[in-house]
């Protein structure tokens, strides 16, 4: 049940592009992305839910495919700030709130 | 604007032994979930809190038990500690259901 992140690491200089994936064997109400950096908590990035629209802030976005179960986070002209882990949260419906937690793609980035 | 307040820090039991951790959820938020986080992995979900009952459980033992106050705080209680429960424990907090969760930076517990 556990949604599969991918790539489960990734290496980039500064300024270039990412993208990182999720994917679910279940259907999805929604998907959450969120960013751990080594000894913090998470930092909630964004939701997207099932019928909305693809959500993005600054240089960050994200889409989510229903019909695939599949979200991919967009990274553009990585900054230093972007390193950590990001994870993938889903839920399966709009009555469940329990978030499944991917395991996690670490991003380094170089300058 | 305070967010979410975790304590203690860091912890260390003995096997055996219960342990009580703390959360204050940031300000306006009604509902509290607690995770554990194994080192390199995701979080697992426990349970959630909202108008002081548990709303919904996770696949952990009876010996993982919680409370909310009234005032939207909240403890998560472990008892017969294992080697195995040592982690990283996450209180989050969320006011409506799809806005996302702020997390605190959580209570270290190593059990020996």
């Known amino acids: 049940q556990q949604p599969v992140q991918s790539p489960q690491a990734v290496i980039l200089r500064e300024g270039e592009d990412a993208v990182i994936n999720c994917s679910s064997s279940?259907?999805?109400?929604?998907v959450h992305w969120y960013r751990q950096k080594h000894g913090e908590a998470p930092v909630f990035l964004m939701i997207?839910?099932?019928g909305g629209e693809q959500k993005g802030h600054d240089k960050i976005s994200a889409s989510f495919n229903e019909k695939k179960q599949q979200s991919s986070l967009y990274l553009t002209a990585s900054q230093l700030s972007y390193s950590g882990t990001y994870f993938c949260?889903?839920?399966?419906?709009?009555?469940?709130?329990?978030?499944?937690w991917g395991a996690g793609t670490k991003l380094i980035i170089k300058p | 604007d305070a967010g979410v307040t975790q304590s203690p820090t860091h912890l260390i039991k003995t096997r055996g032994q219960q342990v009580t951790l703390r959360c204050s959820p940031k300000?306006?938020?009604?509902?509290v979930s607690w995770y554990q986080q194994a080192l390199g992995q995701g979080p697992q979900f426990i349970f959630q809190?909202?108008?002081?009952?548990?709303?919904q459980r996770g696949n952990f033992p009876d010996r993982f038990s919680g409370h909310q106050f009234p005032n939207y705080s909240s403890e998560l209680n472990v008892n017969a500690l294992l080697l195995g429960d040592s982690a990283l424990y996450l209180c989050?907090?969320?006011?409506?259901?799809?806005?996302?969760?702020?997390f605190g930076s959580g209570t270290r517990l190593t059990v020996v």
């Open positions: 809190y909202y108008e002081e009952e548990e709303r």
């Open positions: 949260g889903t839920e399966n419906s709009g009555s469940n709130y329990q978030l499944i």
């Open positions: 300000s306006g938020h009604d509902t």
């Open positions: 997207l839910l099932k």
């Open positions: 279940k259907a999805l109400y929604s």
């Open positions: 989050a907090s969320s006011f409506k259901k799809n806005y996302g969760y702020t």
